[in-house]
């Protein structure tokens, strides 16, 4: 190969590169419901009119204090409450310092208005004092954890998961296995399987369509309750048809405050061809916010850009 044709094939990939940062930027406000949560509150009454369950999750900016992001919690709870009985609050535990005093704080807070809370799954060192806070919540009425099946550890901590009585988030995960080994798909069914008939409940997250079918075919044949967990702004027709034909329900997950990238498309810059996608996803987003503000009783099964 010349080096002209060497040049010519590589152009591409840099410019991707080096466009990067300012066009993730303009991604990432697809994938959050707004800057603040009153943007998170009118987009779940949509989805809720629709049919479907959600989850609020406050993704902080890395300047915000740990004080801030308990504050902002609270008033989620209180929000939730208030105008979208049954939704309930992702919470972030590192975004608050692993502090027990601000997570039983909120964990009172939810129990006194009837919202359950969930702790999202974040870097492998958090595992652990993510999984202490949850053992000091024992006895409130709803807590659930998330767990990767790209981590070789989760089907040892379905066990703890089971042992505190919480609902289970199952994702593919964000962050890699610290060995270095990790296979996400089988991973997420290896968790599942240990799921299967012991979990009170088991959200299937991920946006992998035959992946989310077979998940879901291993949990309702060991009689396990389970739904399908769709992150706002990501496609989600198939999936919507996949849980209605399967006669589970659909919950969303609604992000809001600091506009991040999913983790799916952290490859970005290095794999164009999921830039592309990204793209084509966005798109898709305006056409659909687009008809929706001219006809706002039309129904709309994607998330739409607002502003994790």
């Known amino acids: 190969m010349t080096a002209r044709l060497r040049s010519l094939l590589r152009a591409p990939r840099e410019t991707a590169k080096g466009r ?14 707004g800057a603040k949560l009153a943007n998170a509150v009118v987009e779940c009454g949509r989805l809720s009119r629709l049919g479907m369950a959600t989850t609020v999750s406050f993704w902080n900016a ?20 208030r105008e979208l009985p049954g939704s ?74 089971i042992d505190l009585g919480c609902s ?5 995960g964000q962050w890699p296995d610290p060995s270095g080994t990790e296979y996400p798909r089988t991973g997420f069914l290896a968790v599942v ?12 997250a991920t946006h992998d369509v035959e992946l989310a079918r077979e998940s879901l075919r291993r ?11 769709l992150l706002f702004g ?20 609604v992000p809001y405050g600091r506009a991040v990238l999913p983790y799916g498309l952290s490859r970005a810059a290095d794999e164009p061809r999921v830039l592309w996608f990204a793209l084509r996803d966005v798109a898709r987003s305006l056409v659909r916010a687009s ?15 607002a502003g994790g």
């Open 219 to 229: 949990l309702q044949r060991a009689g396990t309750a389970c739904e399908v967990e």
């Open 88 to 161: 309930t609050l992702s919470l972030k535990a590192p975004a608050m310092g692993f502090d027990p005093d601000f997570v039983s704080a909120i964990a009172a807070e939810s129990d006194r208005r009837g919202i359950g809370i969930h702790f999202d799954s974040l870097a492998p060192e958090t595992v652990e004092p993510t999984f202490a806070l949850i053992a000091d919540l024992r006895g409130h009425h709803a807590v659930g954890c998330t767990l990767p099946g790209r981590w070789r550890r989760s089907p040892h901590d379905v066990e703890r998961a």
């Open 168 to 172: 289970v988030r199952v994702v593919k």
């Open 234 to 253: 990501l496609p989600s027709r198939r999936l919507v048809r996949l849980a209605a034909s399967q006669g589970v329900g659909v919950r969303w997950y």
């Open 291 to 305: 008809q929706r503000w001219r006809a706002s009783d039309e129904p709309i099964t994607e998330g739409p850009p």
């Open 193 to 204: 399987d240990r799921l299967a008939g012991r979990a009170r409940h088991v959200s299937v």
């Open 20 to 33: 990067w940062p300012s066009v993730r930027r303009r991604l990432a406000r697809s994938y959050v419901a």
């Open 62 to 81: 890395d300047t915000d204090s740990f004080v801030t992001v308990a504050r902002e919690n609270l008033d989620a709870v209180a929000a939730l409450a």
